[in-house]
């Protein structure tokens, strides 16, 4: 297991570690980043839930930590071997931890209340189970909003078989954030007010404004239309995120001021695994003066594809391997989707050192154009006329054709589909996506039609059995749903294997 930073240590210690700072230590010096080979491959974790208080903002607040650090511990496991990892929960609620991307047990995983009763205060719990499986993966909460409040982690699989591609040096990149404000707080305020920390909305005197700039009567009947329709939505074209101002962002729990560096030799081929812990936002993810050659996607080997940047959804990895070949520093820079802030670290040859930042950009404005490719190809895809007034340059993150992809093209799995009131009514073009560049070149973006998996997943002939599940909600009481029906409004009963759960 990697050292790390213990958010109650020195300030003397803390300034070399790669985990967070504690509540009153002092940012002098980067924090240095340890590769992965320093990391001990195990099969037997011990985890401790427990209420600490941290210091990301210069105020003192109390975060859910695993082991005593935001994020929690690296678990560096191998795969074919069976593990056990006893959680044991110090907090004065009931948890439990979803492990992100693997196959395991349905009673080894799941939510409290509906796969299992969870893991009550002062309760151990042993999850047991066989690695079937190897790449970059987390874990994290999956009870109340404990994994915004700090209960998350990487998770690394080392393969049986040796990899299809080479590199010479890896580390762990996640990305997160983090807010002051207690999560239950947050989700009160957004179900009061849908943009309750949106400060980007278009006032009345800038709505006039852009009346008054139409070149013509059509142009600016054309602008009160778009205007009216997100009012019937109630949304806003601003609201990209439901973060605002008052959130950091992190590298491995670093800010940006603390420097998260990852020490390369020029020449080295550096692979980083990229994990977005983020709870609410998605991240552009680039090192200005390097190509990323991604390899893996969510753990699956994939046709080495090069781009200059990927977005990042939300639980998302992807590794990517980059070749540094000058003596200087780069910058990875994560800017948020909706441009309301950026993580960033830094490769370099020795600590210290530091590359420069890029420029955060514009915060995006979205069209209804936009909207509708958004909702027909999510990941990728954009409007089929451009957006002029778009301001994102990584609006849409590719782009759709302008006409319906063949049948054969799968939609996106990432696509938002149904059940949003007000949004009945919006063209819902599906496709695959496309990107700039032509085949074997350096791709501006990555789009997901870019990701071939190495091994093809060869599904039964037919489905065993027919679910019909429609995501729903209402985004203006910011409620989500399935079917129609909250959580509190369904009906189930516990499975009968739920009564052999016990704790340790």
């Known amino acids: ?194 943009g309750y920390y949106n400060d980007r909305r278009q006032t009345l005197p800038e709505l006039y404004a852009e009346l008054q700039a139409a070149r013509s009567p059509q142009e600016r009947e054309a602008i009160w239309r778009e205007r009216l329709a997100w009012a019937r939505m109630r949304m806003d074209p601003t609201d990209a995120t439901d973060g605002g101002s008052q959130w950091q962002f992190l590298v491995h729990g670093q800010r940006i001021q603390d420097n998260w560096t990852a020490l390369f030799k020029p020449g080295e081929r550096i692979r980083l695994r990229l994990i977005n812990a983020s709870a609410m936002n998605f ?95 999510g990941h990728g895809a954009a409007s089929s006329t451009p957006a002029v007034t778009t301001a994102d340059p990584h609006a849409g993150h590719g782009a759709a054709p302008a006409a319906p992809a063949p049948a054969a093209v799968p939609a996106d799995p990432h696509a938002m589909h149904g059940g949003m009131k007000g949004m009945d009514s919006m063209p819902m073009p599906m496709g695959g996506m496309t990107t700039d560049a032509g085949a074997g070149a350096v791709k501006d973006r990555l789009a997901y039609a870019d990701l071939e998996a190495l091994t093809p997943m060869r599904l039964p002939a037919g489905p065993a059995k027919k679910i019909d599940m429609r995501l729903t909600g209402d985004m203006n009481r910011y409620i989500w749903s399935i079917n129609d029906k909250k959580l509190s409004q369904a009906s189930f009963s516990m499975p009968a294997w739920a009564s052999g759960w016990r704790s340790a």
Not at 116 to 134: A, C, D, M, N, V
Not at 283 to 295: A, N, Q
Not at 338 to 352: K, S, V
């Open 283 to 377: 991240f552009d993810v680039s090192i200005p003066g390097l190509e990323l050659t991604v390899v893996q996607a969510d753990g699956q080997n994939v046709r080495p594809v090069k781009v200059r940047e990927l977005r990042m959804g939300n639980g998302e990895t992807y590794d990517v391997i980059v070749k540094p070949n000058e003596r200087k520093a780069y910058t990875l820079f994560a800017a948020t989707s909706g441009r309301i802030g950026f993580a960033r670290g830094t490769l370099a040859p020795e600590l210290g050192m530091e590359g420069e930042i890029p420029a955060l950009g514009p915060r995006p404005v979205r069209t209804m154009a936009e909207m509708a490719g958004a909702h027909g190809g």
């Open 1 to 194: 297991m990697p050292r790390r930073r213990f958010l109650q240590g020195t300030a003397g210690m803390a300034a070399m570690l790669a985990w967070p700072l504690g509540a009153n230590a002092v940012v002098k010096e980067s924090h240095l980043a340890l590769p992965l080979s320093s990391s001990r491959v195990d099969n037997k974790f011990e985890l401790t839930l427990a209420r600490t208080q941290v210091n990301f903002s210069g105020t003192p607040a109390s975060a859910i930590t695993v082991n005593g650090t935001v994020p929690g511990p690296l678990l560096r496991m191998h795969e074919g071997r069976d593990v056990t990892i006893a959680l044991t929960n110090r907090l004065d609620e009931v948890t439990a931890a979803h492990w992100h991307g693997l196959k395991v047990p349905n009673n080894m995983d799941g939510v409290p209340g509906v796969t299992f009763p969870g893991i009550k205060p002062g309760e151990t719990f042993q999850y047991r189970f066989e690695l079937r499986q190897s790449g970059t993966y987390w874990y994290h909460s999956h009870a109340i909003l404990q994994e915004p409040a700090g209960f998350y982690a990487p998770l690394i699989i080392d393969p049986q078989e040796r990899e299809p591609f080479g590199y010479d040096r890896e580390y762990v990149v996640m990305l997160s954030e983090w807010v002051d404000t207690p999560p239950e707080k947050v989700l009160a305020n957004l179900k009061k007010v849908e």
